[in-house]
């Protein structure tokens, strides 16, 4: 890499030397392939790689509860055992091979669920993720999946089955005649501790998925500049060696939007280089005639785009002041520009930019076309090429528009409106068909309506909010399984003390608040460490996020909300049982 950037600094001052116009102060920039291809995707990676560690520590923090409630239900089964001469290692053994028998049972349905949900994932991936759909469940997958549920089922297993072949309690539980005596402080601690780093790690999971959706929701209602709904859009390219002058990429393109314009369903067509929401970046720095020369590096800079006149009218935009391309706008006349309402509010602050001129641009079509001096005719409204927050959005550039039959280029992209009820894919056959009589050899590519294009550019953000969703509720539900059993036991444990506190004379209902009570400060304490860890994983969240905050409150307190409704039921159910409880019957148990 060293080597790399050498190159780099050495290359950046040979073009400034030989260009001293156009390159002064400019550098060239340079990352390894791997990270110029998913570098953008990594962290989005990395995050929902900690939503799947977080639903694990969930369901491990479950099972290690079912095993302590299962190992206190037979305390006496063990302690009857190791006085006939079991010893420990075996009745720990016996307890961790019971819990991979389960963990066994769950991967086995978890890869075939993985295995249904992959295709699933992938029709709402990015088309444009390096690789993403050549995602698999191939066997180095099942391997590194098979390992984990090894460690986890052994890290998960081993404590349970520890404390339950302790051989101090099991003498104490063999003579006890009690089944359902309290079993040890540290062990209800431990189930305790383990409900509440559920409830935690959902109240985060929750909280992620509200800031997302947020994003998404967000990102959805950001006005676009133009109306995208009924148009169709094509790529086409033009080879060099068929099309080897500007003349001959012009009469095509102009035969061939006569052509389109009377097809059945069609209204306005046009070509356009730099459309909106088609993944390209188009840049350069230009200087304003009759001002003062720019610092090198501090040209003012704007987008691109090579247009037909009826561009504005496909996609809806109005001329805000002067006027549109025309037939005298042609090669060979003086070179004309449109530019939008932001590049005259930047620009042109103050001041009236029709009639100004541009000078010093870069070569704007094929074969090296390039204008001395641009003339602004017309302003028309500032649109958004890209995505919401992407790397070009954030720059907020704004736009500048050639004309097509000034300045050819080959590669373009063929942009139709049609009638208001036609469904724009049936031309999609009929345009091919006017394109072969041009040229049979022509071939199209990335067809598409200009409403699949920016769904497209929303893709990345829809798969985080959705995975996230389902991550979230994956949490909600086991932390609600979990809390719900812990409930069951502690009820289950006090059922004499229940009979008891009934003969005294308590009340169904000082019962019903007795047992909510109890879980209420275990909800509490976890949505109480939720809410911090929410606010600082949410940190995390802040190259996904768009127009979001990431100490959002509102996200977080909606997870806690959420929960708490849940954590409410999941308590109610034991603690109705508890209210329910025949006192004589309780008082028979034990």
């Given at each position: 890499m060293s080597m790399v950037f050498r190159a780099r600094s050495s290359a950046a001052a040979d073009l400034a030397r030989r260009f001293p116009d156009s390159n002064t102060g400019?550098?060239?920039?340079?990352?390894?392939l791997l990270e110029f291809s998913v570098g953008e995707y990594r962290q989005l990676l990395y995050l929902l790689l900690a939503a799947v560690g977080c639903v694990l520590l969930i369901a491990c923090a479950n099972v290690a509860n079912l095993q302590l409630a299962r190992g206190i239900a037979r305390r006496q089964e063990f302690a009857v055992r190791a006085a006939l001469g079991a010893s420990r290692w075996r009745l720990a053994r016996q307890v961790l091979l019971e819990t991979g028998i389960l963990a066994l049972l769950g991967g086995c349905c978890a890869t075939l669920i993985a295995l249904w949900s992959l295709d699933i994932i992938r029709t709402i991936s990015p088309a444009n993720t390096p690789r993403f759909q050549e995602t698999a469940i191939d066997p180095g997958v099942l391997v590194f999946t098979a390992g984990i549920g090894v460690v986890t089922t052994f890290l998960v297993g081993i404590w349970p089955a520890l404390r339950i072949s302790n051989n101090a309690s099991m003498t104490n539980d063999l003579h006890d005649d009690s089944v359902r005596g309290n079993d040890g402080a540290h062990q209800r601690r431990a189930r305790e501790i383990f409900v509440v780093m559920q409830m935690a790690l959902a109240v985060v999971l929750l909280a992620g998925a509200g800031l997302t959706l947020k994003s998404f929701w967000r990102s959805q209602q950001v006005p676009l500049g133009f109306d995208p709904r009924g148009v169709l859009t094509m790529t086409i390219a033009l080879p060099s060696s068929r099309y080897d002058s500007p003349e001959k990429i012009v009469r095509f393109y102009d035969q061939l939007l006569e052509k389109v314009k009377q097809l059945p369903g069609a209204g306005p067509a046009a070509i356009?280089?730099?459309?909106?929401?088609?993944?390209?970046?188009?840049?350069?720095?230009?200087?304003?005639?009759?001002?003062?020369?720019?610092?090198?590096g501090q040209e003012p800079t704007s987008e691109m785009a090579i247009v037909s006149p009826d561009y504005f009218r496909v996609l809806g935009m109005p001329m805000l002041r002067g006027r549109n391309f025309g037939p005298e706008d042609v090669s060979g006349r003086p070179g004309t520009i449109v530019i939008d309402e932001l590049a005259a509010q930047r620009f042109f602050p103050g001041a009236d930019p029709i009639g100004r001129q541009i000078d010093d641009p870069v070569t704007i079509g094929d074969n090296n076309q390039k204008a001395a001096s641009l003339?602004?005719?017309?302003?028309?409204?500032?649109?958004?090429?890209?995505a919401p927050g992407d790397k070009v959005d954030i720059r907020n550039l704004p736009m500048m528009y050639f004309s097509a039959s000034q300045f050819a280029k080959g590669g373009q992209n063929l942009m139709v409106r049609t009638q208001a009820g036609y469904n724009p894919q049936a031309l999609v056959g009929l345009i091919k068909e006017q394109i072969a009589t041009l040229?049979?050899?022509q071939a199209v590519s990335e067809i598409a309506t200009m409403e699949e294009n920016i769904g497209e550019s929303l893709a990345s953000r829809r798969l985080t909010m959705t995975l996230l969703g389902v991550f979230g509720g994956l949490a909600l539900a086991l932390a609600s399984i979990g809390l719900y059993g812990v409930?069951?036991?502690?009820?289950?444990?006090?059922?004499?003390?229940?009979?008891?506190?009934?003969?005294?004379?308590?009340?169904?209902?000082?019962?019903?608040?007795?047992?909510?009570g109890q879980g209420a400060v275990l909800v509490g304490l976890?949505?109480?460490?939720?809410?911090?860890?929410?606010?600082?994983?949410?940190?995390?969240?802040?190259?996904v996020l768009y127009n979001v905050t990431s100490l959002d409150s509102a996200a977080v307190i909606g997870a806690m909300l959420a929960l708490s409704l849940v954590a409410f039921v999941a308590c109610f159910l034991p603690a109705r049982r508890a209210s329910l409880v025949d006192p004589i019957e309780a008082l028979r148990m034990e």
């Open positions: 400019r550098q060239v920039s340079a990352k390894p356009c280089n730099n459309a909106p929401f088609d993944h390209e970046e188009w840049d350069s720095s230009f200087h304003i005639t009759g001002t003062p020369p720019d610092p090198p003339t602004i005719i017309g302003i028309v409204p500032h649109t958004r090429n890209n040229d049979p050899e409930m069951a036991l502690i009820v289950s444990q006090r059922t004499r003390e229940l009979g008891i506190r009934f003969a005294l004379g308590a009340s169904r209902g000082d019962v019903l608040r007795l047992v909510l976890g949505l109480a460490a939720g809410s911090l860890g929410g606010l600082i994983a949410s940190r995390a969240l802040r190259s």
